[in-house]
């Protein structure tokens, strides 16, 4: 069997690649980086039995020849001509980290032909994601809301708090609220849509005790302005485009970013007027060259940017 696993998300793809290693009970496995190793070796390898069992796994990374930004490679011959006669005791998955595969290529449509390409990049369902990371766990769609709203939707870093959460938890399977809240901290990327109603809103201690809280976790202020600046962004393209009738879809190819990421944009967005956005991108881009042309100080200007609204 061929596979080619593509896309951005790569706690996706590994836990793909989990899949087809139990589907098909697997003991010989091979790992290759395709820049390192040349293909004729691997095709020799994978052309050949098995001397351990009846089936073999090769995973081949970094398989750009699968991409508009390939080098040319002039051992890709032997490639195309195994994947016209592919040895039914392998499976060879080709694993490429990036949005889209050239489909103009020779290569890609071969594999169409004769294998399995599964596509991993942002449209993915995150809540039914989660969920399966708390396996036999009780938890209710709210509670993994709030899970993501603390720490973010990156799957990886998502994984990692769920283990967290499961050994504080051990034989009581039932996840609550109170739970999550105690055993998760709050990122920073969730943090700045706080400082981002606050300021907004004109509520200039509690701005300001947000980007203190910030600081303390170790964030540099000019990295913060660039963060508002990029959210006030997002908000406002997602508003526009709204009002355009462009579908959640439609805004998440055009921006290329993640279904939560326009969901939550989307959310704080409704809340604002368009001339209130337009108006903190312009504060915040003059606030940047003020900072960098020296006229003001960069651990002071958020401050004094919060105090003078």
Known sequence: MIYLLYGTEDF???????????????????????????????IDDASSMSLFSNQRLIILSNCTIFTGSSKKRDDIKYLEDYLHNPNSSTTLVFIVNSESLDNRKKIVSLVKENGKI????????????????????????????????????????????????????DN???????????????????????????IIKNNKKDAL?????????????IKIIVMLSNQFRLMYQVKKLSSMRNSIFDMMKI????????????EKARKYDEKILIKKIYELANLDLKIKSGRI?????????????
């Open 209 to 221: 005790d947000s980007y203190y809280e910030m600081i303390k976790m170790g964030e540099e202020p």
């Open 118 to 169: 599964i596509e991993f990049n942002s449209n993915f369902d995150i809540i039914k994601n989660v969920k399966e990371m708390f396996g036999d766990y009780n938890i209710s769609q709210t509670d993994i809301r709030l899970l993501i709203d603390r720490v973010g939707n990156n799957l990886s870093i998502l994984n990692n708090e769920i283990n967290k959460i499961k050994t504080y938890k």
């Open 255 to 266: 921006l290329l970013q993640k279904k939560y990421t326009i969901e939550k944009a989307l």
């Open 12 to 42: 996706l793809i590994k836990k793909e690649l989990s899949k087809i290693k139990n589907k098909f009970d697997i003991n010989d496995i091979s790992e290759y980086d395709l820049e390192e190793v040349s293909l004729k070796n691997i």
């Open 297 to 309: 100080n960069k651990n002071i200007a958020l401050e004094l940017f919060i105090l003078d609204k």
């Open 172 to 198: 009581d399977y039932n996840i609550t609220s109170s739970d999550i809240i105690t055993l998760t901290h709050k990122t920073v990327d969730i943090d700045i849509f706080h400082l981002i109603d606050n």
